[in-house]
């Protein structure tokens, strides 16, 4: 399988993921997980490779730069409570964000690359690309103890507090009320 078509399959597991998350939210951290192995081996095997293309490199730049803004809806998706009832619109924003993502991929960049690319190293990077996922995929980092996790969503409540602080005395912050003051 050449990296195109392991890429495609893929994005055909992340959409299936996707839309079970947006019933289930206990399939949201497996949508999650899947995303951020894609990525990463995406860039490594095939973004990194493509950018030396000068034909290629702004589609390149743009889909990393998409990366970026997905990992920054994740990481506001993660700090938001799965039980709450709006974590559904969570859900949907990441996932439709990616749906775009994986279409303009699948529409502009991948048939670029397969005309750039010598067939030979399409399969080699397709090789690459599947042993990495499947050895990440399967990947599972510890949870934080409780005590410990709480201890430090006190200190993030403390930072709010002093954040809406700062608003209120007429300092400028952005990113409050946007569900990125986090980051």
Known sequence: MNVVEALVAHHTTLRQLYQKAETDPAVFKEFVHHLIVHHTMEEKYFYDLLRGFNQAEHDALEAVNEHHIIEMIIKDAEGFPQDHAHFPIKTEGLGEYT??????????????AQQLFAPEDLITLGSLFEEAKQKLLNINLPELPKALSAKFAAGALKQESIARQDSSSGLSNASIGLGIGKL
Request: charged residues 45%; hydrophobic residues 35%; without cysteine.
């Open 99 to 112: 749906v775009h993502h994986l279409d303009e991929e699948e529409r502009d960049i991948f048939p670029l």
